[in-house]
């Protein structure tokens, strides 16, 4: 059977401007009065059109402006407006808000109200399957539960919520069970498990590295860029379960080329500029060896998720789907926004489902390590995506030129790594396999019959052989 890639869309790299929240808030006094006696203030606080990516900057000014007022905040696509939640906000500081440029909504909820309440279900319903952030577009706590939560776990989950009395928090149920994904971006390989890469980086010291998930590190410390390939990665830091879920990963060859960018499959790439903070109602792609890219939008911030080998706090909930070996992959903007690093979560490519991601900002000051303009390191072809590269292009698994330098790489060159020419057709990400020629991106891909990436380990999103 041929399975044959199609991309979904030619990346657009585009510079966002930042919005500048004092130049915003200038008004001339009594400029243009109207017949009626009345100035342009309506018309100066009118909320301004603009992209995700500015959104997040504007939305961090205006909750300094707002201070406890503040009840949280989401972009809103469809008008592509900021919208401001404010509780007991005083009529001055609320117009200076909108004088900014963004919506401004009175919500019942405040910011300490909803985070007192994720505190009460960390204590009193740390129950695995079950994962809560708090939703600003309802200005409620989204709690999720599995289909692993029934009987007493659902008995206390729900009184759990229901303490917090009304109006604080929603509970959906979830068909599938939350598990970790090990893969992502182009496929990596170390102990019998295939993750992804998510993100190239320059370490502390100056040393070429990438970031990806931290569960995906319990499979070994020595990374390879095909299946049963030499190592050529190591494992420096690692965070899992805890306070997030990444890991700093330095190329063993200290001259490999690592480039900011990620491949997207069918030869694109999406150029890689900076790190940014992700910001509900974002729109956002996702790139994995198993499933290649997929679309979606982000749902819920500093979400909590109790796996079933541990709790995990300060992720970013999404709509993307994902599957296993999807672990680790990047989560960014097609506008060259880094956003986040692929967990875990339910469901799969067919039916959706629910699915968490390690901010990469987050994970790039723990680690100490920068990207794009902040200083990773450079070339024209590269780790994960090179000028010819997919996610097994016709010639590689990540680039004709190179995986992570002429000869080795992060997913995967023209002489190693996941491609048709490397690896082989018997390769874990070769021909047959999860980012082969004939599998990784395509329309009919995923985890089938002729990809090799059947999962045995029930880890989730880590593909075990």
Not at 57 to 74: H, K
Not at 131 to 141: E, G, L, M, Q, Y
Not at 176 to 194: H, Q, V
């Amino acid at each position: 059977m041929s399975h044959k890639r199609i991309p979904k869309r030619k990346a657009a790299i585009a510079a966002g401007s930042v919005v500048a929240l004092g130049a915003a808030a200038i008004l001339l006094p009594n400029a243009n009065a109207s017949q009626d006696g009345a100035s342009d203030d309506t018309a100066a606080a009118a909320p301004k059109t603009l992209k995700a990516a500015d959104a997040s900057d504007l939305a961090s000014q205006v909750a300094g402006l707002l201070g406890d007022a503040f009840a949280g905040s989401y972009y809103d696509s469809d008008s592509q407006q900021l919208v401001v939640n404010v509780v007991n906000g005083d009529n001055n500081v609320i117009v200076q808000a909108k004088k900014a440029g963004v919506k401004v909504r009175e919500v019942a909820n405040s910011m300490a109200d909803l985070e007192a309440g994720a505190q009460t279900l960390k204590s009193e319903a740390t129950i695995a399957g079950t994962s809560w952030a708090v939703d600003p577009r309802t200005n409620k706590i989204r709690v999720t539960a599995d289909s692993t939560v029934t009987g007493t776990k659902w008995d206390r989950l729900e009184s759990t919520v229901q303490s917090l009395g009304s109006g604080m928090a929603t509970v959906t149920k979830s068909a599938g069970t939350f598990k970790t994904f090990a893969s992502g971006g182009d496929a990596i390989f170390a102990g019998g498990s295939r993750c992804s890469l998510g993100f190239n980086v320059t370490a502390g010291d100056g040393s070429p590295a990438f970031l990806t998930a931290g569960h995906c590190t319990l499979a070994g410390d020595q990374w390879s860029d095909a299946e049963g390939g030499q190592p050529i990665a190591t494992v420096d830091q690692s965070t899992f379960p805890g306070d997030g879920d990444f890991a700093l990963v330095k190329y063993d060859d200290p001259a490999t080329e690592a480039p900011s960018d990620v491949n997207v499959g069918g030869g694109q790439t999406v150029q890689i500029a900076q790190a940014a903070e992700a910001e509900v109602g974002q729109q956002v792609s996702r790139m994995g060896s198993t499933t290649g890219l997929n679309e979606g939008q982000v749902l819920g911030l500093d979400a909590t998720v109790n796996y079933p080998e541990g709790t995990v706090t300060g992720l970013i909930q999404t709509d993307v789907c994902a599957e296993p070996g999807d672990s680790g992959g990047s989560l960014f903007t097609q506008d060259g926004l880094a956003i986040g690093l692929t967990s875990g979560g339910s469901g799969d490519c067919t039916v959706g489902g629910e699915t968490f991601f390690q901010p990469v900002t987050t994970a790039l000051e723990a680690v100490g390590a920068t990207l794009g303009a902040g200083g990773a390191a450079g070339g024209d072809a590269g780790a994960g995506a090179g000028d010819e590269a997919g996610a097994g292009g016709d010639g590689a698994g990540a680039g004709d030129e190179a995986g992570a330098g002429d000869e080795a790489g992060a997913g995967a060159g023209e002489e190693a790594g996941a491609g048709e020419q490397a690896g082989g057709e018997e390769a874990g990400a070769g021909e047959e396999a999860g980012v082969g020629e004939e599998a990784g991106v395509g329309d009919e891909t995923g985890t089938g019959e002729e990809t090799g990436t059947g999962v045995e380990d029930g880890s989730g999103l880590t593909q075990t052989n």
